[in-house]
């Protein structure tokens, strides 16, 4: 597997409201996008910092994944995304290596990437997540 640069790193809070002003008015980071992923539960709010984003989650369900993590562990960060080629290859790969898999085959994500889970029981206690931007890896 190839992983190119870190794709982003997802931060639980319980509320974009509450925590964008930090990122912009503390940080001077802007706040580029928001977007609601109903499948998974959860409203995004993104960042660019150089190459990597940090991607602010806030669920939409408190039996969501993000609403159970949070009831948990609380607020801070929940996974690290790594950009990748293949991803249904990365996957079939990582697996045969012995890695837990939370998706077997991707889902779209925010931002209409390709995304799957690494179950943090198999990467030391990280949640790992793969992105894969097919629409930009077909314009290569």
Do not use: W
């Amino acid at each position: 597997m190839e992983i190119t640069h870190i794709e982003h790193i997802g931060i639980a809070v319980d509320s974009l409201d509450e925590a964008i002003p930090y990122y912009e008015e503390i940080l001077g980071l802007k706040c580029y996008a928001i977007e609601e992923v109903t499948d998974q539960k959860v409203k995004t709010a993104f960042f660019k910092v150089g190459q990597t984003k940090i991607e602010l989650l806030e669920t939409t369900d408190p039996e969501g994944p993000i609403g159970k993590f949070i009831s948990k562990r609380g607020q801070g960060i929940h996974h690290i995304a790594f950009a990748s080629g293949n991803i249904e290859e990365n996957l079939h790969e990582v697996e045969t290596k012995g890695i837990r898999l939370i998706d077997k085959v991707p889902r779209k994500g925010a931002e209409g990437l390709d995304i799957a889970f690494l179950h943090p029981k198999s990467t030391f206690g990280v949640l790992t997540e793969l992105c894969e931007d097919k629409k930009n890896n077909q314009q290569t």
